[in-house]
């Protein structure tokens, strides 16, 4: 737990002690809780301050749904709970953004849409919401209502999100020229909010991760562990694309995004790299525990656990010393469609690096140095996967993946935009559908921004 968050955590607890029968008091702590990651115990809490009389009930259930859809995975609550909100207060414009959010996350373009535009008729001025509706659409040649209310919203916006939308929809209209102006445009807007990236300080954390967690650190760990399975690497290389497809596989449950470990990091290791020297086997096995629960309720005990949260490559060895059995796959890809992938994709201030190419291009070349290490300190147990070769020649590629996973060959992991279940990612609609390589060498339709930035070599 973060300090600001564990002072709020503990002043909500006052408040509630020395008002214990105020439902508002109740909410907050519930709120807390759940940003604290204790999601059962917010939840039991939203339901003391709804039998309190909280005064916002439908935003109690809204908050209920959102971690059962956010963290819990079982959507069938969610909806439940959304609905709930949505009966105690029918024109409560949050309530059809995230009833949105959850359609878009289960493959339900048309669903999505019209919960986003109940959204935008309860709330005409709500940008966030235009995009996502924006998000869902399949922009075409001609008028295109959509496309002329986001030219007109985004006139009088700073809003980066109505300027990736019309990038992307430009994009998709073929006017590479126009999108560029648009993702440059939403990039610049995201730049004066985010923290500045500072080139020569993320190099000498990457270095540091390096010398803290060598072979001889690792090696200071061992036993027996799930043999969960973390894809991770740049953002846009197809980590995604790779979970749903071996969550297509009987073996295999998709967990999306743990924030398992960022939080670990947030909570206990505050400090790291360095904090890692503090760390024991008591530790790893009391976190391996903590794990292995998690994964028991994502995939009900019957599967392995996949964890597709990009940025785990920065702590490969940390997972490794609490799960020893774990596997790593790094997703790859030509570093100049995942440049123009980035610069074109609403992603936040974590990602700070994203709103400049030249950024960019130096994170890539960290990341890929860190993996190097990482594939010296964890052998057999680290494999990289290059999207070109996945999308080109799928089953060739998976089924020698399977086969270092000790799995047999499976031909529904060919048919993975056939299932269901949700998807958490800004791919959502991409992992829809069957696998196509219109997305290699993208890169070539931004050739000129390439080339001013890099030069011949973009």
């Known amino acids: 737990m973060s300090a600001p968050l564990k002072d709020a955590l503990q002043a909500a607890r006052r408040r509630l002690e020395e008002h214990p029968g105020s439902p508002d008091a109740m909410f907050n702590l519930a709120y807390y809780l759940g940003k604290d990651g204790q999601f059962q115990a917010a939840i039991e809490a939203y339901r003391k301050a709804l039998k309190m009389g909280v005064s916002a009930p439908e935003e109690a259930q809204l908050n209920i749904a959102n971690i059962y859809m956010d963290h819990l995975h079982d959507h069938d609550k969610a909806i439940r709970h959304f609905h709930q909100a949505r009966s105690l207060n029918p024109r409560y414009a949050p309530v059809y953004h995230n009833l949105g959010n959850l359609a878009e996350q289960l493959g339900d373009r048309v669903k999505a849409a019209r919960y986003f535009e109940k959204c935008l008729q309860l709330q005409p001025d709500n940008e966030r919401a235009l995009a996502r509706l924006a998000d869902t659409h399949r922009f075409k040649q001609g008028n295109d209502p959509l496309l002329n209310r986001l030219k007109v919203a985004a006139l009088t916006s700073a809003s980066s999100d109505l300027q990736f939308s019309l990038g992307r929809a430009y994009d998709q209209l073929g006017d590479h020229g126009l999108a560029w102006q648009h993702y440059s445009y939403a990039n610049a807007l995201d730049a004066r ?29 061992d036993g027996e562990s799930s043999s969960s399975v973390f894809i991770c690497g740049m953002f846009r290389t197809g980590s995604t694309l790779l979970e749903q497809i071996l969550a297509a596989h009987p073996s295999f449950t998709a967990g999306g995004e743990s924030e398992f470990f960022p939080r670990l990091l947030a909570g206990q290791l505050r400090g790291y790299p360095e904090s890692l020297a503090t760390v024991t086997t008591e530790n790893a096995a009391t ?59 609403r992603l936040g201030p974590r990602q700070n690096y994203a709103t400049r190419l030249e950024h960019i291009h130096h994170y890539i070349q960290l990341q890929r140095r860190l993996v190097d290490h990482w594939e010296a300190v964890l052998g057999e147990d680290l494999v990289r996967v290059s999207y070109e070769e996945l999308v080109r020649q799928p089953q060739e590629t998976v089924a020698r993946l399977l086969h270092w996973l000790g799995e047999e060959w499976d031909e529904r992991c060919l048919r993975f935009h056939q299932q269901e279940g949700a998807v958490r990612t800004a791919s959502v609609w991409q992992v829809r559908e069957p696998l196509h390589a219109r997305s290699i060498q993208r890169w070539r339709n931004y050739r000129e921004p390439l080339a001013k930035a890099f030069g011949e070599q973009g």
């Not at 940025?311 to 890809?333: C, H, M, Q, W």
């Open 193 to 221: 909010r985010f923290p500045a990236y500072q080139p020569e300080k993320t190099a000498s954390l990457f270095d540091r991760i390096a010398r803290a967690c060598d072979t001889d650190w690792v090696d200071r760990f």
């Open 287 to 345: 976190w391996r525990s903590e794990h292995e629960a998690l994964a028991r309720r994502i995939t009900g005990g019957h599967a392995r656990l996949t964890d597709k949260r990009p940025d785990n490559f920065l702590y490969a060895g940390l997972i490794k010393a609490v799960l020893p059995s774990a596997k790593f796959i790094v997703t790859e890809r030509d570093w100049r469609d995942v440049a123009v992938s980035i610069f074109g994709t």
